[in-house]
Structure formats: structure tokens, C-alpha cells
């Protein structure tokens, strides 16, 4: 039975804080859940962003209009790129946002 898997990336809010983020299984043998920020960033401060547990992805229009990543390029290819999603650090130490909570 072929995999089933869906094509492109599904918009949605952060389980803990609740921003706007892009998830997908990316590849097709040693796929990658991906979780990345929906807001497109220029390249340069993507990778100044990186870590080796944290990457940076290539943003695609499909055909269908949804979004779709994919590993980053090796060359020039013009598509807008997204980095891995990271909760703000009072997420990260105090855990999800209180009721009301304004980040």
C-alpha cells in the first residue's frame, strides 16, 4: 500500500504558546516532524538562528496554494524561508501561558 501521507504543511497555533506555526512530516524514507514559525524570515537571519537541533527550511507555494517545506536549497532558489519553532522563554520556564497572559 502506498504512503498516504499528506502533501504540504498545516497551519496551526503552538500547543504552548499559542503562535501561528506550520507542521508537516517532511521526506519520504526518514521523514521529519517538522514544527517551523509561519512568518517567512530572510535567509541571513535564519541561519544566524540555526542550531544543530534547530533548521531551517524552505517555504513553498504548491500548486494547490498550501504551504509545503522542504530541506533548505543548496543554491539561490528565490523561495522564502521559515526556522524551527521555539516557544519565547517564559514558555520554556514557567510552561503554557497563564489565562489572559498577553506572550
Known amino acids: 500500500m502506498p504512503n498516504q501521507r499528506s502533501q504540504g504543511?498545516?497551519?496551526?497555533?503552538?500547543?504552548?504558546?499559542?503562535?501561528?506555526?506550520?507542521?508537516?512530516l517532511v521526506g519520504h524514507r526518514a521523514a521529519?516532524?517538522?514544527t517551523a514559525d509561519a512568518e517567512p524570515i530572510p535567509l541571513p537571519e535564519a541561519r544566524a538562528l540555526m542550531e544543530p537541533n534547530r533548521l531551517a527550511w524552505c517555504?513553498?507555494?504548491?500548486?494547490s496554494g498550501d504551504p509545503d517545506l522542504r530541506w533548505q536549497c543548496?543554491?539561490?532558489c528565490g523561495h522564502s524561508t521559515v526556522i524551527e519553532h521555539r516557544c519565547p522563554l517564559q514558555i520554556q520556564e514557567f510552561g503554557q501561558k497563564p489565562e489572559g497572559a498577553m506572550w
Do not use: E
Open 74 to 76: 543548496r543554491s539561490k
Open 59 to 63: 517555504l513553498v507555494t504548491l500548486h
Open 32 to 34: 521529519l516532524k517538522v
Open 9 to 24: 504543511a498545516s497551519r496551526r497555533s503552538c500547543d504552548r504558546c499559542g503562535a501561528p506555526v506550520l507542521r508537516q
